[in-house]
């Protein structure tokens, strides 16, 4: 038997390991991609083994909110470059949002973008589907079947599928804008959802807010009073609402005041099945950054003020808000470095979202939490429990060696995304991301890509629609 025939094996020893009972000096074996066993024990000679000591090993993060631009979009981003980005940031999973073009919003079109992403991704991906105003019980079904992790609902106008996918703050009246789905369509298809064992999630915006206090976006403060806080609190106490009724798991996306995690927290004390993510950018920046960060900084919903910032930051210390996604949405640094007004909203993120992570984890007195928010409850919120989100025995072997002694500084040059620039550029964070691997195998070390286009499409874990 030639080399090639041998179970690809190997063992990462001497690192600190998060493992379900906590950090754990131990060594990780693995074969065939998957985690075979956690231990000390010394590996059949020939084993190949990397060196790990004085690092972290962590699980591959799992980014359930970003934004392809794939297909669509491609001189923005494109399933290969937003996949090198996350490669280089740890993330070993991506969950594409819907509003690609065409939209997400049947089987087919979800089967022939899976076939592009598979073509270009170096990590494993997942797809959103959309659910909008005209969708059908039908529709939802035969996407789940065709794997969809859930259903995204754009309550606050945020995106048009033709010319540049954004909105420009003129223009709720665009016809190209995409009409947000009424509570009605929600109430309607969440019991549909909850049968199919799949999470509803939301951009909450409530839609006549935005409407009342639509303005032109001359200055950053036009922005805030454009998107005001209580948009966001109404949005979620009215899905809250819905999700109670249908029992549907709620998924509110990017979180991004304190007024909407007060709502949100309020919700879950009655017993509402919310979950709730909010992204670095929002823990790391509030209206004081403008000046230095631009339009990188603009984005729906809006980045607030130091309370706002410091808020959310309590909710995820205290567990309330569960997990971390990034809501990477390039669009092309060209775009971005238009006025104010014209500048489409939304920047990259997938690259620094694990390293901003452990970063804060650590200020709030436990860099291990990091993991939970980037990893274990993203697999938990997109059914992929049983095999990533975890270091043990049987889980794929989605794993990440970080070096907690190496700073990484935010910078232009090192971002991996088509687009450059970032609304964290010039931060620092005390942690760097040395070498990935991808269900067994390397797809990131010391600074450069390994491997090809090994991504596969992860399915949840569901009921099935077939229930009576
Ligand atoms: O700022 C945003 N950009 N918010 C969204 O909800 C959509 C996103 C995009 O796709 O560019
Ligand atoms: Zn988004």
């Known amino acids: 038997m030639t080399d090639s025939w041998k179970p690809r094996s190997f063992v990462i020893a001497g690192g600190t390991v998060l493992t379900p009972d906590g950090p754990r000096e131990v060594d990780v074996h693995v074969a065939d991609g998957v985690i075979t066993s956690l231990s000390s024990d010394t590996p059949p000679e020939g084993t190949r083994t990397v060196d790990a000591r004085g690092t972290y090993v962590l699980p591959g993060a799992i980014d359930v909110h970003v934004h392809s631009r794939d297909p669509g979009f491609p001189q923005k981003e494109d399933f290969g470059t937003l996949t090198e980005a996350a490669a280089a940031g740890g993330v070993t999973t991506v969950i ?61 106008y945020a995106f048009s599928l033709t010319r540049k996918q954004v909105l420009y703050s003129p223009g709720l009246d665009d016809p190209d804008l995409e009409t947000p789905p009424d509570y009605g369509t929600l109430a309607r298809l969440a019991p549909v959802i909850a049968r199919l064992g799949l999470p509803l999630a939301i951009h909450a915006e409530d839609p006549g807010i935005l409407s009342a206090f639509r303005r032109p976006l001359e200055t950053y403060s036009d922005l805030l009073a454009a998107r005001p806080p209580e948009a966001e609190a109404v949005a979620i106490a009215a899905a809250a609402e819905i999700a109670g009724a249908s029992s549907v798991r709620m998924h509110v996306a990017h979180l991004s005041s304190a007024p909407g995690l007060a709502a949100a927290k309020e919700a879950i004390r009655a ?198």
């Open 96 to 156: 594409d949002m819907p509003n690609t073009v065409p939209a997400v919003d049947a089987a087919g079109v979800l089967e022939s973008k899976a076939a592009l992403a598979r073509s270009k991704a170096r990590v494993d991906f997942g797809m959103w589907a959309l659910l909008r105003s005209g969708t059908t019980a039908e529709e939802l079904e035969s996407l789940a079947d065709a794997g969809a992790v859930g259903f995204k609902a754009y309550l606050g």
């Open 271 to 468: 017993g509402a099945p919310l979950s709730l993510e909010t992204c670095p950018q929002y823990l790391w920046l509030s209206e004081e950054d403008f000046p230095r960060a631009g339009t990188a900084m603009k984005m729906f919903p809006p980045i607030r003020s130091a309370a706002d910032r410091d808020a959310l930051v309590d909710g995820l210390a205290q567990g309330v808000i569960g997990l971390v996604a990034t809501d990477h949405a390039p669009h092309t640094d060209e775009e971005k470095a238009a006025s104010f007004d014209e500048a489409p909203a939304g920047s990259p993120g997938v690259q620094t979202l694990y390293v901003s992570c452990l970063e804060l984890a650590r200020r709030i007195g436990d860099v291990w939490l990091a993991a939970r928010w980037v990893s274990e409850a993203p697999a938990a919120l997109v059914g992929l429990q049983e095999t990533k989100g975890t270091i043990a025995p049987g889980y794929d072997a989605d794993l990440v060696i970080v070096d907690p002694g190496k700073r990484t500084l935010v910078r232009p040059e090192a971002m991996r995304s088509r687009q450059r620039h970032g609304a964290l550029d010039g931060m620092d964070f005390g942690f760097s991301v040395r070498e990935v691997y991808l269900r067994g195998a390397a797809i990131w070390r010391d600074g450069r890509r390994v491997g090809g286009a090994t991504g596969r499409m992860v399915r949840p874990a569901r009921l099935g629609s077939a229930l009576p």
